[in-house]
């Protein structure tokens, strides 16, 4: 295994945009060495032109030599070929121009006859008569979605090119275009995004922390790499050249199905940006930049005593109920503190095996290996989503993953994850949502409402509800109205997270009749605005015998959990049912902004989280709380002061 540096998108003269005049095919491997790449692809607008007329070039040259036939310049040039040729891996592809202006890039196999690739051309719809002209603009070629498709049965590396700029398929800056930006993003013949902040700079959000699996309406972490997307040999301005931004990726040999396969595969640590004086990228301090999430968990040692071990399990279980996610074990979250590292990183792998081995059922596959950070060895575990779910810990114990807490699952969570196996099984038909479940990724924030059913055999007890349509109090689809009188109490939100309670408590007493997913759609239909996509909202209250019951709705995924209450929540629950039961809201508090409004702003483990209030048409008011910069969109970001 080595790292190879890469520069999976360059153009040739071959390019009708090309800005270099008097530069051969020969010039641009040469440069390509200078900058130290090892892989190098031709990707030249809607035309392997550039590639073919290289090969032709190499041929004519190895044929005049068999016939004896090469001057003393041509011999050097053809010597010169064969010398960075064998050192180098050159991928023919393409830029196609599809859809909508969207670009699309596909590399392929070394020595694939450029007749095949002019093929797949065609069937993308790329005139016949334009196959050699290399033009930005070809007219109607085919939609996104059928390019991947396209692409990939012909066998090619499929990447979207600048995602995150000019032609690209994140469509960062449009203010339309969720649903596509979504199909374009997550379709599977899509294997990676090429983007152009991969390492950030002062930038504290990137495009690849954005699709890192964590977003609600992005469930599948996408490999991002970058490239210098060069229309000349060496760069000017803005303009880069040849390998002046590239990539690097470890390879067990260097050749086009080994770097296919990383692409494939789930390690987003085989790559990473290449740089060729500064130390290299470290993916544990990215990872720790960024701090715990939906995908991602830390923990500084792995000792039995203490309970660490019995931690890491836990996550462990969690992630592969919920997104998957990777741990890490031997470092601290907090970039302040100095990683710890594991003693004997061989020893380490095996015990966590063993313990996942014993502990977690059905069995599980996980990867685990170890990083180099800060001098030390980092034990890696790479949790997939499970697919076998649901999946528990000592037989019993059932875990999920929300935001960046692990949390021990309540009874419709579980029932959430049984019936979305059984879906997934083809044993269960849904017309909606399930709690817990992921939201499609065709249908971003659809996902209504979900598992609202009694508990089998219980005899529901007369409850005190609060049932007020109209209510402008404390918020809710069904929210309560303020007690005449009651204060505004300054919110604090501790910097720490407070310690998991390890059992979900459940009321003994018998749950009322719930509310039905249609009325939970009709509420939703008297919104102009699509609430946040992280955070959640108490969508019901009811009393019993002097107890409140909540009903929490997760906005992540649109999920209802009955008889919550206060001293059985979670975290984030707490937070909020503590707020709700104090009365603690006022309309005066709000800052509003076209029916939107932004009640607290505060820091949560160093990141900002917010608790935004909205109007629906009938005017009742809606709380959000606990919403962090994944669920911020469209109308939200400029209420909270944000850009996309």
């Known amino acids: 295994m080595a790292w190879y540096a890469m520069d999976l998108h360059v153009h040739t003269p071959a390019s009708k945009d090309y800005q270099d005049e008097g530069v051969s095919y020969l010039d641009i491997l040469t440069k ?117 498709e396209v692409m990939a049965e012909a066998g090619a590396l499929v990447m979207a090119p600048h995602a995150n700029s000019t032609h690209g398929v994140a469509m960062f800056g449009i203010s339309f275009g969720g649903q596509t930006r979504i199909a374009y993003t997550q379709d599977p013949n899509l294997h990676a995004l090429e983007v152009t902040d991969l390492e950030g700079g002062k930038r504290r959000r990137t495009t ?21 997307d060069a229309h000349r040999i060496t760069g000017e301005g803005k303009n880069l050249g040849v390998g002046e931004r590239a990539t690097e990726v470890f390879l067990p040999e260097l050749s086009f199905s080994a770097l296919k396969q990383v692409f494939l595969g789930d390690d987003f640590a085989l790559t990473r940006p290449y740089r060729r004086e500064a130390p290299a990228f470290d993916h544990v301090e990215a990872a720790r930049a960024q701090g715990p999430t939906l995908v991602q968990s830390f923990h500084e040692n792995m000792t039995r005593a203490g309970g660490n071990l019995h931690a890491i399990v836990r996550d462990v279980v969690a992630f592969a109920n919920s997104n998957g996610g990777t741990i890490y074990v031997g470092l601290s979250a907090n970039q302040r503190v100095k990683p710890r590292g594991v003693e004997n990183p061989a020893q380490a792998i095996k015990s966590v095996r063993e313990e996942i081995g014993r502990q977690v059922t059905p069995p599980l596959d996980t990867t685990l290996d170890t990083l180099q950070s800060g001098g030390v060895d980092i034990l890696r575990i790479v949790v997939p989503r499970g697919a076998d779910q649901p999946y528990a810990m000592e037989g019993s114990r059932f875990y999920i993953r929300k935001e960046a807490e692990t949390s021990l699952a309540v009874r419709d969570e579980i029932l959430a994850l049984v019936q979305r196996a059984l879906a997934e099984q083809g044993q269960l038909v849904l017309s909606q949502p399930v709690a817990g479940a992921q939201a499609p990724v065709s249908t971003p924030g659809a996902a ?30 069904r929210g309560r109205s303020r007690p005449a009188g009651s204060e505004v109490t300054p919110v604090v939100e501790p910097d720490q997270p407070e310690e998991a309670s390890e059992v979900a408590a459940v009321p003994d007493e018998a749950p009322e009749p719930t509310t039905s997913a249609q009325n939970v759609a009709a509420a939703d239909a008297e919104l102009s605005v699509e609430p946040p996509r992280t955070g959640v909202e108490i969508f019901d209250t009811v009393t019993r015998q002097g107890t409140q019951y909540h009903t929490m709705r997760d906005l992540r995924d649109g999920a209802l959990v009955h008889n919550v209450t206060r001293t059985s929540a979670r975290r984030l629950w707490r937070y909020a049912i503590a707020l709700h039961e104090k009365g603690t809201f006022g309309e005066d508090k709000v800052e509003w902004k076209n029916g939107l409004g932004l009640w607290h702003s505060y820091l949560r483990s160093g990141k900002p989280h917010y608790d935004l209030v909205q109007r629906d048409k009938a005017g009742a008011l809606h709380i959000y709380y606990g919403v962090s910069e994944d669920g911020i969109h469209g109308a939200w970001r400029s209420l909270v002061g944000e850009r996309e």
């Open 32 to 148: 390509a060495e200078s900058e130290g790449l090892s892989i190098l692809a031709f990707t030249d607008h809607n035309s392997v032109a550039g590639y073919a007329q290289m090969m032709r070039e190499i041929e004519d040259l190895t044929r005049w030599e068999a016939a004896d036939r090469l001057r003393p310049d041509e011999k050097a040039r053809l010597d010169e070929y064969r010398r960075l040729m064998a050192k180098m891996l050159v991928l023919p592809g393409f830029e196609l121009t599809a859809t909508f202006g969207f670009h699309v890039i596909a590399l392929f196999e070394p020595g694939t006859p450029v007749r095949s690739l002019e093929h797949a051309l065609l069937d993308l719809n790329v005139p016949v008569d334009l196959l050699e002209r290399g033009e930005t603009e070809v007219g109607s070629t085919v939609d996104v979605i059928t390019a991947y």
């Open 448 to 477: 209504k409402a979900l598992v609202e059913q009694p508990v089998a055999g219980a005899e529901a007890q007369p409850a005190e509800t609060s049932r007020n349509r109209g209510g402008r109090g404390n918020g809710g689809r």
């Open 208 to 228: 690849a922390s954005f699709f890192d699996g964590s977003k609600p309406q992005y469930p599948r972490r996408m490999h991002c790499i970058q490239g210098s």
